[in-house]
């Protein structure tokens, strides 16, 4: 019913630069508004952690690890939410994922998860 697909993830050198999309999609008219749209990441081992947040209005948010570094950004006539990961370190390895607040025709307002998309930096 509602599909997020994620791209973007792979191998990159310490200091490199990836950048993530996730695409949300549901069947024609479905949804009504997109509301918080987020960025997780797990690694092996750990927690889920949030890593960024953007609001409707455009409000971000970014867990103190990757400030500076990473930039989330949304374009909301796509449905779509993207991570740009700059200067990227060995401990930002993990299974990123995307969360995304929607509010649906006749169902309401749900969290939907992507399916997550491997980032891997390493030399």
């Known amino acids: 019913q509602v599909q997020l697909v994620e791209s973007g993830g792979g191998l990159v050198q310490p200091g490199g630069s990836l950048s993530l999309s996730c695409a949300a999609s549901a069947a024609s008219g479905r949804i009504l508004s997109i509301n918080g749209m987020r960025w997780y990441r797990q690694a092996p081992g750990k927690e889920r952690e949030l890593v960024a947040t953007?609001?409707?209005?455009?409000?971000?948010y970014y867990v103190d690890s990757v400030k500076g570094r990473f930039t989330v950004s949304r374009d909301n006539a796509k449905n779509m939410v993207y991570l740009q990961m700059n200067s990227l370190k060995r401990e930002d390895t993990a299974v990123y994922s995307c969360?995304?607040?929607?509010?649906?025709?006749?169902?309401?307002?749900?969290?939907?998860w992507g399916q997550g998309t491997q980032v891997t930096v390493s030399s």
């Open positions: 969360n995304v607040d929607l509010t649906l025709l006749y169902i309401g307002r749900r969290d939907y």
């Open positions: 953007i609001t409707s209005g455009g409000v971000t």
